[in-house]
């Protein structure tokens, strides 16, 4: 299947008109006179007259050409003074037809996404603003392509994350990890410079810093483009919450259907991944050794059937939040899974005097997960073997994988082969116990704790018929290990909020809401969501950004 986006981006090179070419020609000119780039006139290199009459004559004809054209392009006379063509003006400088042939010449793409659905990244605006001066249909990362086709074209191995629910990957994804708090691999050091080295973007698309970037006019800070596009969009129907009047519910019993899992790869090579999930070898189940080892008294290697009758097994409701899942973004889904009880184990084991950690090592060599034997009990660990009723599935680690509440994806070791049980200093007791901490190196604000989400639908999606009437939306809110304590939600860009509180909330599991909404009329609507969770300490904690999602109805 090809990718839509792609395939407009290859279809439609980023569109320049005469006019901002124009403009971008005089204003460069200006810059350098400014900047002094360019040479005064007392600095000019002397020369006999002949030849500097004649440069001069040169230098005259070229900026008269150089007027001459614009002004040709504009429509307005090329001689005298310009306050005397003013008669002119109406013969040719037609504001309300011109707005109207812009507004149509610059109206915003549409594509069908992989999931079907039509989208329309950027609103619609009576004078083609957001097109015209913004040019927004050709700024962001997923102007150009999807995120997962940017990662599989990488010249080095990354792992790549499939999300099950249509949302739209974006670069948000990828903050958590590309953070000094993690990794300490600046996200910016990859890409600013594969893109401005790579034709592709600085030849065939014409690609600047514009095209990832929004420089901020009181403070000059250029800003990632995709977290500031939505609030500087022009075409929006902004309604108050008494206007809106948006009908909220949640439950924390809704359970991800199959189809809209999403996982992330091991890392083996592809060959070894396991993730047709429609074939299911049962003797890799039925054979798969694990041994449990380490710091303990009795070591001992076991199949999965056996410890299943050693240990029994438990069935329980669990919800996965992947450790780096960026503000509105989905990678996180909700379970009935069955395995067996690390407790269990542990009692079995019998750590030896001090031990404190049990390390779930994957057979491809994934051992940074390492979680305190109390954090195990206490958060009723299992070593899951089947879900929803059937074995694991390939894509989620089959034959085996661990799974612990108030605990991120990251800690959720796919086919161990080992379970080794450790020491560590007390002060490094939590140091691979991932609950959604990592920050943001521009604010040093922990990214997306709380994290909230659109589900059923990508940003941007353009609704129809019944869909249109009544918008119904489905989502998340989650904080890893602190519960929800309440949602707001408003449609007038915050001005004004519709408050859901969640009292009793219990963060073992997500809190899932459905909402339904009545536009009052066609257009583009922008509803932002702000969540807020309760620290350990009993604080109200507010993520740094609101999540956006933007839809239009016809």
């Not at 392509?145 to 249509?166: K, Q």
């Given at each position: 299947?090809?990718?839509?986006t792609?395939?407009y981006?290859s279809?439609?090179p980023?569109?320049r008109?005469?006019?901002?070419v124009?403009?971008?020609?005089?204003t460069?000119?200006a810059s350098?006179?400014?900047?002094?780039c360019?040479p005064?006139?007392?600095e000019?290199?002397k020369?006999d007259?002949?030849t500097e009459?004649?440069?001069?004559g040169?230098?005259?004809?070229s900026?008269?050409?150089?007027?001459?054209?614009l002004a040709?392009?504009?429509?307005?006379?090329t001689?005298?003074?310009?306050i005397?063509?003013?008669?002119?003006?109406?013969?040719?400088?037609?504001?309300?037809?011109?707005?109207a042939e812009n507004?149509?010449a610059e109206a915003p793409?549409?594509y069908?996404?992989?999931?079907g659905f039509?989208?329309?990244?950027v609103?619609?605006?009576?004078?083609g603003?957001n097109n015209?001066?913004l040019?927004?249909?050709?700024?962001?990362?997923?102007?150009?392509?999807?995120l997962?086709?940017?990662?599989m074209?990488l010249?080095?191995?990354?792992r790549?994350?499939f999300?099950?629910y249509p949302?739209?990957?974006s670069?948000?994804n990828c903050?958590?990890c590309?953070?000094?708090?993690y990794?300490d691999?600046?996200?910016?050091?990859?890409i600013h410079t594969?893109?401005?080295n790579?034709?592709?973007?600085?030849?065939?698309?014409?690609?600047?810093c514009?095209?990832?970037h929004?420089?901020d006019s009181?403070t000059?800070?250029?800003?990632?483009w995709?977290e500031?596009?939505?609030?500087v969009f022009?075409?929006?129907?902004?309604l108050?919450?008494d206007?809106?009047?948006?009908s909220i519910s949640?439950?924390?019993?809704?359970?991800?259907p199959?189809?809209n899992?999403?996982?992330?790869?091991?890392?083996?090579?592809p060959?070894e991944w396991?993730t047709?999930?429609?074939k299911?070898?049962k003797s890799?189940?039925?054979?798969?050794?694990?041994?449990?080892?380490?710091?303990?008294?009795n070591p001992v290697?076991?199949?999965?059937?056996e410890m299943?009758?050693q240990f029994?097994?438990v069935?329980?409701?669990?919800?996965?939040?992947?450790?780096?899942?960026?503000v509105?973004q989905?990678?996180?889904m909700?379970s009935?899974?069955?395995g067996?009880p690390?407790?269990k184990?542990?009692?079995y084991?019998k750590?030896?005097?001090?031990?404190?950690?049990?390390?779930?090592?994957?057979g491809?060599?994934?051992?940074?997960a390492q979680?305190s034997l109390?954090?195990l009990?206490d958060?009723e660990a299992?070593?899951?073997?089947?879900m929803?009723g059937?074995l694991?599935?390939?894509?989620q680690g089959?034959?085996c994988?661990i799974?612990v509440?108030?605990?991120?994806?990251?800690?959720?070791?796919?086919?161990?082969?080992?379970?080794?049980?450790?020491?560590?200093?007390?002060d490094k007791l939590?140091s691979?116990l991932y609950?959604?901490?990592?920050t943001?190196?521009?604010?040093?604000?922990i990214y997306?704790?709380?994290?909230?989400?659109v589900l059923?639908?990508?940003t941007?999606v353009?609704?129809t018929?019944?869909?249109a009437?009544?918008v119904?939306?489905e989502?998340?809110?989650?904080?890893w290990d602190?519960?929800?304590?309440?949602?707001e939600f408003?449609?007038d860009?915050?001005?004004?909020w519709?408050?859901?509180?969640?009292?009793?909330?219990?963060?073992?599991?997500?809190?899932y809401?459905?909402?339904d909404?009545?536009p009052p009329?066609?257009?583009a609507y922008?509803l932002?969501?702000r969540t807020t969770?309760?620290?350990?300490?009993?604080?109200?904690r507010?993520c740094?950004?609101n999540?956006?999602?933007?839809?239009?109805v016809?």
């Amino acid at each position: 299947m090809k990718d839509n986006t792609n395939e407009y981006a290859s279809e439609h090179p980023r569109r320049r008109t005469k006019l901002m070419v124009a403009l971008l020609a005089v204003t460069l000119v200006a810059s350098f006179a400014v900047w002094g780039c360019a040479p005064k006139a007392s600095e000019a290199p002397k020369t006999d007259t002949g030849t500097e009459s004649k440069a001069s004559g040169d230098k005259a004809a070229s900026d008269a050409s150089s007027t001459d054209e614009l002004a040709a392009y504009s429509g307005f006379p090329t001689e005298g003074r310009f306050i005397d063509g003013i008669a002119s003006l109406p013969g040719f400088y037609r504001h309300t037809d011109e707005d109207a042939e812009n507004a149509t010449a610059e109206a915003p793409r549409r594509y069908t996404d992989r999931n079907g659905f039509t989208v329309q990244p950027v609103p619609s605006d009576e004078l083609g603003w957001n097109n015209t001066y913004l040019d927004a249909d050709n700024r962001g990362c997923t102007s150009c392509h999807t995120l997962e086709s940017a990662l599989m074209g990488l010249p080095t191995y990354h792992r790549l994350i499939f999300m099950g629910y249509p949302a739209e990957q974006s670069y948000q994804n990828c903050i958590a990890c590309h953070s000094e708090s993690y990794s300490d691999d600046p996200l910016a050091d990859p890409i600013h410079t594969l893109h401005m080295n790579s034709t592709m973007f600085t030849k065939d698309d014409n690609g600047n810093c514009q095209s990832c970037h929004y420089i901020d006019s009181r403070t000059g800070v250029f800003e990632r483009w995709d977290e500031v596009k939505y609030s500087v969009f022009k075409g929006y129907t902004d309604l108050a919450s008494d206007e809106a009047k948006p009908s909220i519910s949640y439950d924390q019993t809704t359970i991800t259907p199959a189809e809209n899992r999403f996982f992330k790869t091991v890392k083996d090579e592809p060959a070894e991944w396991l993730t047709d999930d429609t074939k299911v070898d049962k003797s890799i189940y039925e054979n798969w050794v694990v041994s449990i080892d380490g710091e303990c008294e009795n070591p001992v290697e076991m199949t999965l059937p056996e410890m299943e009758k050693q240990f029994g097994t438990v069935k329980q409701v669990m919800k996965m939040d992947c450790t780096i899942n960026g503000v509105g973004q989905a990678t996180i889904m909700q379970s009935e899974v069955e395995g067996i009880p690390v407790a269990k184990i542990i009692e079995y084991a019998k750590p030896k005097a001090g031990a404190n950690i049990l390390s779930p090592i994957s057979g491809d060599g994934y051992d940074y997960a390492q979680m305190s034997l109390q954090w195990l009990i206490d958060n009723e660990a299992v070593i899951v073997t089947k879900m929803d009723g059937e074995l694991l599935p390939p894509s989620q680690g089959y034959p085996c994988m661990i799974w612990v509440n108030k605990t991120s994806g990251g800690n959720f070791t796919k086919r161990i082969s080992n379970l080794t049980f450790m020491t560590k200093p007390a002060d490094k007791l939590d140091s691979q116990l991932y609950v959604g901490q990592f920050t943001d190196d521009r604010t040093s604000e922990i990214y997306s704790k709380p994290n909230s989400g659109v589900l059923n639908y990508p940003t941007g999606v353009v609704l129809t018929g019944d869909e249109a009437k009544t918008v119904h939306l489905e989502g998340f809110a989650d904080a890893w290990d602190e519960p929800i304590k309440k949602m707001e939600f408003s449609f007038d860009q915050g001005k004004t909020w519709t408050t859901l509180d969640t009292p009793s909330n219990n963060a073992d599991f997500w809190t899932y809401w459905r909402m339904d909404f009545t536009p009052p009329a066609p257009g583009a609507y922008l509803l932002n969501i702000r969540t807020t969770s309760i620290t350990p300490e009993g604080a109200d904690r507010v993520c740094q950004y609101n999540t956006q999602f933007m839809f239009t109805v016809e």
